[in-house]
């Protein structure tokens, strides 16, 4: 176990150097300000409580007691608003559900909250500038309880992961991916998640790292590590996973399949769709033998088409925009209005990326995407005025243009539709000369 400190100007330079020879990392002030606060987690936690029902077979939200997963009324074993925070939560588990061991785990919760998704995406836009970003996707996941192992035993996933404390102290065990024998995993998830028995770690314990971190502190290991935490008392922490490996050419061949399956020729030959990692099943899995079915002629006509070049770029916009998360904070529910003192500022922490079409541009921001009728030129110039991070007045960012007044029109609308994205702040409270 290593520990190195963010203050130094090669922090990220020493990280990847040190993570290279240590299987876990202690990094006591990685975050200049916190991540996130109990209070604060507690009142995203009540917003999906309002949001997302759970199912028993659902992947993003778990509650587990005494190491049992819950699959009924799985809300009234979740934080709820009469609880008022989460130490009454936990006194509710103890007392009213027999808990002696329990933990609430919720994964995406950075869509719940732009702030908690900012605050972690100005750390990831430093280390991705030295990695480049997931292959496939990030998360923030949140774990609450009181545990004496990581519910599910020792198991190991494809995600690096970053691991703040917020409250209590938390433990960390982590071995190297060949101390353990993956056959002898009692689970094997399509993710790629192995969970190893109960009894898999006795005898092994000296030939892995065990790190405790402190509030405010944050814990790194690598992916395919075995690891397990321990929460002798409770504690709430926060995950930053990163799935940075995935096959290219696996994720084009997914997205040709995703809009054959919009043809309509497609409906009759679903059987014979290809590019699946099912090998047999409702969804196929060969290309279609005889090259003169509908199926072969649709994948001819997309690929002639030109179409999936820009899928794959708009794909890539999309994921550059989001900094690799899957997921991103979701839109307002009204869209913000400019008024005539309002003033505005980027926010969205990898810019907005843009590119060409027949009848405009398209803009990219925080993973979602839309279409205006502005010139790639107007949209340039609108977003390198609001890229200097400061707050720009309404009469800097609509002068007048070359073109008509509907320019005018659409150029509010698009800042209007990004404040909606999240990519910018609008504000009518001040006024800015």
């Known amino acids: 176990m290593q520990a190195i400190s963010p203050q130094a100007d090669t922090f990220w330079l020493d990280f990847l150097h040190a ?3 240590s299987r876990i990392l202690l990094l006591p002030e990685l975050f200049p300000e916190p991540l996130a606060t109990e209070d604060e987690l507690f009142d995203l936690v009540l917003q999906v409580n309002k949001r997302h029902v759970p199912t028993p077979d659902d992947s993003k939200f778990k509650v587990y007691i005494n190491h049992k997963l819950v699959t009924a009324d799985i809300l009234k074993a979740a934080p709820a608003k009469p609880d008022g925070s989460f130490h009454a939560y936990a006194r509710r588990l103890e007392t009213e559900m027999g808990a002696k061991q329990y933990l609430f785990f919720l994964e995406d919760i950075h869509r719940y909250s732009v702030p908690i998704w900012l605050r972690a995406c100005k750390m990831l836009k430093q280390l991705f500038a030295h990695t480049g970003l997931p292959a496939s996707h990030a998360t923030v996941e949140l774990f609450a309880g009181k545990y004496t192992r990581t519910s599910g035993g020792v198991h190991r996933e494809l995600c690096s992961n970053f691991q703040y404390v917020v409250h209590g102290d938390k433990t960390m065990k982590v071995w190297d ?7 002898q995993c009692y689970l094997k998830r399509p993710n790629g998640e192995q969970y190893l028995p109960d009894d898999a770690a006795q005898g092994k314990e000296h030939l892995g790292d065990a790190v405790t971190a402190r ?8 992916a395919r590590y075995w690891h397990t935490g321990e929460s002798p008392e409770f504690t709430i922490s926060l995950t930053i996973a990163l799935y940075m490996e995935n096959n290219m050419a696996d994720t084009t061949l997914e997205l040709l399949r995703e809009r054959l399956m919009q043809r309509s020729a497609m409906n009759r030959v679903s059987y014979s769709l290809p590019f699946t990692d099912r090998p047999f099943g409702e969804n196929g899995a060969a290309l279609p033998l ?3 079915t509908p199926a072969y002629e649709a994948i001819q006509q997309e690929i002639r088409s030109g179409d999936l070049r820009e899928c794959l770029e708009d794909a890539w916009y999309k994921r550059a925009s989001a900094l690799g998360f899957e997921w991103t904070p979701y839109p307002l529910e009204e869209k913000p209005a400019l008024q005539s003192g309002s003033s505005v500022v980027m926010q969205a922490p990898a810019g907005i990326f843009h590119r060409p079409t027949a009848g405009g541009t398209r803009v990219f921001a925080n993973g979602y995407c839309l279409d205006t009728s502005l010139s790639q030129a107007e949209v340039r110039s609108l977003i390198d005025l609001l890229g200097t991070g400061e707050r720009v007045t309404l009469r800097k960012i609509l002068p007048s243009l070359q073109g008509s007044n509907g320019s005018l029109e659409e150029r509010r609308r698009l800042i209007e539709e990004l404040a ?4 910018v702040q609008i504000s009518n409270t001040e006024d800015i000369s």
């Not at 502190?217 to 690598?222: I, K, R, V």
């Not at 909606?420 to 990519?423: C, H």
Request: hydrophobic share 25%; glycine share 0%.
């Open 420 to 423: 909606k994205l999240n990519a």
């Open 215 to 222: 509030p405010t502190q944050t814990m790194y290991w690598p």
């Open 19 to 21: 993570r290279e020879k």
């Open 290 to 292: 005889n090259p003169h």
């Open 177 to 183: 991916p060949d101390v353990f024998d993956p056959s």
